[in-house]
């Protein structure tokens, strides 16, 4: 779909597509407009979606590398957890949106918009049928007093939802901006939020990195004092290096939800250590004894293959020479033939049919594993 538009190359989501068209038509508009973006953004041409516009263009977005995309294609951006508190209310003219995984943070953000639209004002929602996109294009129609329906563009949607009304009942957001004490995690309980990946939960690879620290350290010949949690989310790993007895740990993410929960959990666990907004450690220099990593491979709603990869290589580039580094992966992803491009000690540690644990090192004559690799049922 073009509508007699042309982008200089395809987005990765169509559904961040039909919003770049939608203000590529509407290039003669005046006013501000506010794009709020996550990673489904994270192939966006930014200099094609500023281009030509009569708008104020503002990009607000929880991924590191997509602010840092966006500002360096000239667009103003701020990395936030989607607090528009410092906006001023009724100010903008359009809100474009691509609604998110979670429920909370799309009503959270549909609740904002309404908050931030002049009177008159319109929200551009995108989205798919298994997104819920209907279901939200219906509640952000009562929500702004509109009626209008979600109109199918190829295998997506794209509704205009006007305003017409102010202060009505908002939508369920689960008090998205506050972070708050877990109640399903004993004996954890770690300070938590939505949108956070598997924010309500222990996630079952994460656990079984856990489960096998001991066992890991026991390769190093002088225990690691410092830790690089690579992919931190709200900090189940980091917080865990204090009962091993490293004494400095570093937690990244390229998640603004993630940054404000570990900072609180890592501050009741730890007196030393350092919290940094980076994608896949990017703009950190420090060479680290240990690294752990539970690298993501969806990026949005799609599969992304070159996810993990990414994360092997800023692992190369910010383990130590002496130093092992600590990977759990879906079982069925081969990121142990990926590795060998950049370690030259590569092994499995432990597999239980759906996760497997696998160690790397950048010093080939290091003996890893005189055992063979632990092996559990399902």
């Known amino acids: ?5 042309d982008l200089p190359r395809p987005f990765t989501d169509p559904n961040v597509t039909r919003l770049a068209l939608w203000l590529q038509g509407n290039q003669g508009m005046e006013g501000k407009c506010l794009a709020v973006t996550d990673e489904n953004w994270s192939q966006c041409d930014w200099a094609s979606l500023g281009a030509g516009q009569n708008t104020s263009l503002k990009i607000i977005s929880n991924r590191y590398d997509i602010t840092q ?10 990395f936030n ?3 528009f508190s410092s906006i001023e209310p009724h100010s903008y003219d359009v809100v474009l949106y691509r609604v998110s995984k979670e429920r909370a943070c799309s009503h959270h953000v549909i609740n904002q918009a309404s908050r931030l639209l002049k009177l008159g004002g319109t929200l551009v929602l995108s989205g798919e049928k298994n997104d819920g996109v209907k279901t939200y294009v219906k509640q952000a129609c009562i929500l702004f007093g509109d009626r209008t329906a979600a109109e199918k563009k190829g295998k997506g949607y794209l509704a205009t939802i006007t305003l017409h009304e102010f202060n009505r009942t908002l939508l369920d957001d689960k008090n998205y901006p506050s972070t708050r004490k877990s109640k399903k995690l004993p004996p954890f309980s770690p300070i938590t939020k939505p949108g956070i990946f598997g924010w309500d939960k222990i996630d079952r690879g994460s ?3 856990s489960e096998h620290i001991p066992m890991f350290l026991t390769q190093f010949s002088e225990p690691p004092q410092t830790l690089l949690d690579l992919g931190c989310g709200y900090g189940y790993l980091a917080c865990q290096a204090s009962r091993h007895g490293i004494s400095h740990v570093t937690a990244t993410d390229n998640n603004a939800a993630a940054l404000l929960a570990v900072t609180e959990n890592l501050k009741a666990a730890l007196a030393d250590f350092k919290v940094i907004a980076a994608d896949a450690g990017d703009n950190i220099v420090e060479r680290f004894d240990t690294v752990w990593c539970n690298p993501p491979f969806h990026q949005g709603f799609s599969v992304d293959g070159d996810m993990s990869d990414k ?3 800023a692992t190369k580039r910010l383990l130590s020479s002496s130093g092992w580094a600590l990977f759990v992966v879906n079982a069925f992803i081969p990121l142990e033939r ?4 950049h370690f030259r000690s590569v092994e499995v540690l432990a597999n239980n049919g759906s996760f497997k644990l696998i160690a790397l090192a950048l010093d080939k004559h290091k003996n890893i594993m005189n055992a063979q690799p632990v092996k559990h049922g399902k």
Do not use: W, Y
């Open 1 to 5: 779909m073009n509508n007699g538009f």
């Open 69 to 78: 995309q966006a500002s360096n294609a000239g667009l103003v951006a701020e």
């Open 81 to 83: 957890d989607f607090d």
């Open 207 to 209: 656990a079984f990195l």
């Open 311 to 313: 994360f092997l290589r």
């Open 338 to 341: 990926s590795a060998k491009k």
